[in-house]
């Protein structure tokens, strides 16, 4: 693939996401509903709360899989570098 062709493919690429930002920008508030905030039922009972709150906290699964993902994929890196 030549320079110019090369130039030319990632200028097309570029217009594209540019044009593509814009047309999402514009249809978003079309999108958007525009609603007040429910208030809080002040009157839950302790369990709730805390059942909503140890459901909110159970975060652990998720940390987990981001570690293994990104185990996953610095290990090869780290094992690919020869220069140590």
């Given at each position: 693939?030549?320079?110019?062709?090369?130039?030319?493919?990632?200028?097309?690429?570029?217009?594209?996401?540019?044009?593509?930002?814009?047309?999402?920008?514009?249809?978003?508030?079309?999108?958007?509903?525009?609603?007040?905030?429910?208030e809080?039922?002040?009157?839950?009972?302790?369990?709730?709360?805390?059942?909503?709150?140890?459901?909110?906290?159970?975060?652990?699964?998720?940390?987990?899989?981001?570690?293994?993902?990104?185990?996953?994929?610095?290990?090869?890196?780290?094992?690919?570098?020869?220069?140590?």
């Amino acid at each position: 693939m030549t320079q110019k062709l090369q130039i030319t493919f990632i200028l097309l690429i570029l217009t594209a996401l540019a044009l593509s930002g814009m047309a999402f920008q514009a249809a978003a508030p079309f999108f958007q509903i525009d609603t007040p905030t429910p208030e809080p039922d002040l009157a839950a009972d302790d369990e709730d709360m805390a059942s909503t709150i140890a459901q909110a906290a159970k975060s652990d699964g998720i940390t987990f899989l981001g570690i293994l993902i990104f185990l996953i994929i610095l290990v090869p890196l780290l094992m690919l570098r020869k220069s140590w």
